[in-house]
């Protein structure tokens, strides 16, 4: 009993510190992170620009506090000075983003305040980007898993670094999860389909199926790389929310153009240059993200010269690779019908297979009491995702057409869930361009979904994979339903989901236009600055002198089944690594 009463004391005392509010809680747990407008005070005036005095540069300023930004700016903080710039909020107090229940809440939240900033992709694609501190990893649905040998290969990182530098993210925010019922009837489901063997509790990419690490803890709770900054030296960093960073300021007087700070405005609308130090292994490090990255380097003058002419931008650098080879892994999600209520959970079973797809599940989240009348979380269109249509397609006329569509499905629909197929490694690719000089507008992003016919067939294969587990003996049991056919099943699919592709009568008939017609994104997104193209081996930006990048915008393929992991543990890894350039064993890492 008294074991019982200690820890009901520690979850009040938990629940109690988020009660208090993000400065409070930021002040205490990390009295380094401080408004963007505390930088400085000489300016009072938006359209002027202050700036720290030259005594007072730092040695690495990193844009964009997120998935990766978080962990580097950790590491190099061990040794170096640090301005990390976030252009969100913390995410400690946000209860949309603190807790499991309210994931598809904060997905929903087109607030300028919101962690999540919605777009729409060309394709008609609906998305999401983070726009806080510990970036993705704050509104995704948490599951954790490292990528494969082969990802780290054509990465040329070093296993050595690498065995170490997954550890040290999975000693803070990893866990061990508690496995939903659901979760366990997927992973029935996939070893009576063959997907095999049973690789139980994993964090190592392999084939078969297995349960992955998630970053909630046991009482519903997210942990976010926010957190990682908890290996800090607060001496050596400062940590600036709502610091918006505008553009990359560059000396262009010798042989190649040399960054040597930032320009970021505040919450306030004030504008602020932040310097580096004139040590020449100082930089300006981005990690913006797949979208953030590419759009930051136009904004700042490097990119295809005719298209930033577009827009009146001077050019720094000349290279017609930034923004190209964008890829998105396009998920497809069948909507599994129950005559049980099932209990909330998000990805924590995965089935890694040889048809180049990969197998997850997530349930419950139609049984929210925040839903207005029945929804799919991730799917919803009542809780706001329709309001991410363009201002002209935003008609009652289409809210409504939403709403007759899901009444029209069985209430048991809404009391199951999802089984979502993903294409691991998508050869179809496209490209980002700006849309304006404004930094806080989405730029237009194509992902061209199927384009190459080896993801369309893969998709397919994927489909038939997911309608014969829906369809298992498993399942249907734990489900207590008689089993679907197929057509009911796609067309349940159908009717549920939101995207902005038209749809065509023969969806259900043929796969191939069920894919084309049903796709949607799990946040998988990655390319726009990738190696060889537009950095080296070492991620330094060609043809430049002081500037970095680390994110996702680099890879060509996004790593293992879920990139989280491998995106922290690369933060992590490049600050490792820039220590020991620069230091060697004196770097003590």
């Known amino acids: ?69 978080c962990p580097l700016a950790a590491t190099l903080s061990q040794n170096f000075s640090v301005l990390l710039l976030e252009r969100g909020g913390v995410p400690f107090a946000n209860s ?117 690490g998630t970053i909630f803890d046991r009482f519903g709770r997210r942990h976010t790389a926010a957190e990682l900054l908890a290996y800090a030296n607060p001496q050596n960093i400062s940590v600036l929310i709502h610091a918006t960073v505008q553009k990359i300021v560059f000396d262009t007087t010798g042989k190649k153009p040399r960054a040597v700070g930032v320009i970021f405005k505040d919450e306030k609308g004030t504008l602020h240059q932040a310097n580096i130090g004139s040590n020449p292994k100082s930089e300006v490090i981005l990690s913006c993200g797949a979208i953030g990255t590419p759009q930051m380097l136009m904004l700042s003058g490097i990119g295809d010269k005719q298209e930033l002419q577009k827009h009146n931008i001077s050019s720094v650098l000349d290279n017609k690779y930034v923004g190209k080879g964008m890829a998105d892994n396009p998920m497809n999600s069948l909507f599994v019908p129950s005559n049980r209520s099932v209990e909330q959970s998000l990805i924590q079973t995965v089935g890694i297979t040889k048809l180049g797809v990969y197998v997850e599940a997530s349930s419950g989240f139609g049984q929210s009491q925040d839903s207005i009348q029945c929804h799919h979380g991730i799917m919803s269109a009542e809780i706001g995702q329709l309001s991410t249509l363009p201002p002209k397609q935003r008609t009652p006329e289409a809210i409504q057409a939403y709403i007759r569509r899901k009444k029209d499905l069985p209430h048991e629909a809404f009391k199951g869930g999802f089984i979502l197929e993903k294409i691991a490694k998508p050869l179809s690719t496209g490209h980002l361009n700006l849309v304006s000089t404004n930094v806080d507008e989405n730029p237009n992003v194509t992902f061209n979904y199927f384009s190459h016919p080896q993801d369309l067939k893969r998709c397919v294969e994927g489909i038939r994979l997911a309608t014969k587990l829906v369809q298992s003996k498993r399942f249907t049991n734990f489900m207590q339903c008689d089993k679907p056919t197929a057509e009911k099943i796609l067309n349940m699919s159908i009717a549920a989901n939101v995207n902005l592709v038209p749809k065509h009568p023969n969806n259900t008939k043929s796969l191939e236009q069920f894919c084309r017609d049903t796709v949607i994104t799990i946040w998988h997104y990655h390319g726009g600055a990738h190696i060889g193209k537009v950095v080296d081996t070492n991620r330094k930006v060609l043809g430049m002198e002081r500037l970095r990048i680390v994110d996702g915008s680099t890879f060509d393929v996004s790593p293992g089944t879920n990139p989280q992991a491998t995106v922290m543990m690369m933060g992590r890894y490049m600050g490792v690594e820039i220590l020991r350039n620069r230091l060697g064993k004196k770097a003590g890492v």
């Open 1 to 69: 009993m008294a074991l019982k009463i200690l820890c009901w004391l520690l979850l009040w005392i938990n629940l109690l510190s988020l009660s208090l509010g993000d400065q409070t809680s930021s002040e205490f747990r990390f009295p380094f992170i401080k408004l963007a407008s505390t930088f400085s005070s000489s300016s009072s005036s938006s359209s002027s620009i202050s700036s720290k005095d030259k005594d007072n540069s730092y040695d690495y300023i990193i844009v964009g506090g997120g998935t990766a930004g």
């Open 96 to 212: 949309n983003v603190s807790f499991l229940r309210n994931f598809h809440i904060a997905l929903a939240d087109i607030s300028p305040e919101s962690a999540s900033q919605a777009f729409v992709s060309t394709d008609g694609v609906i998305n999401a980007r983070a726009r806080v501190l510990g970036g993705g990893t704050c509104i995704n649905a948490g599951f954790y898993t490292r990528a494969d040998s082969r990802f780290m290969k054509r990465a040329g990182w070093d296993p050595e670094i690498v065995n170490k530098s997954y550890p040290w993210v999975e000693k803070l925010i990893v866990r061990k999860p508690k496995v939903a019922p659901w979760q366990r009837a997927v992973r029935d489901s996939l070893l009576e389909a063959g997907i095999s063997p049973d690789n139980g509790f994993t964090y190592d990419h392999k084939y078969g199926t297995k349960f992955g």
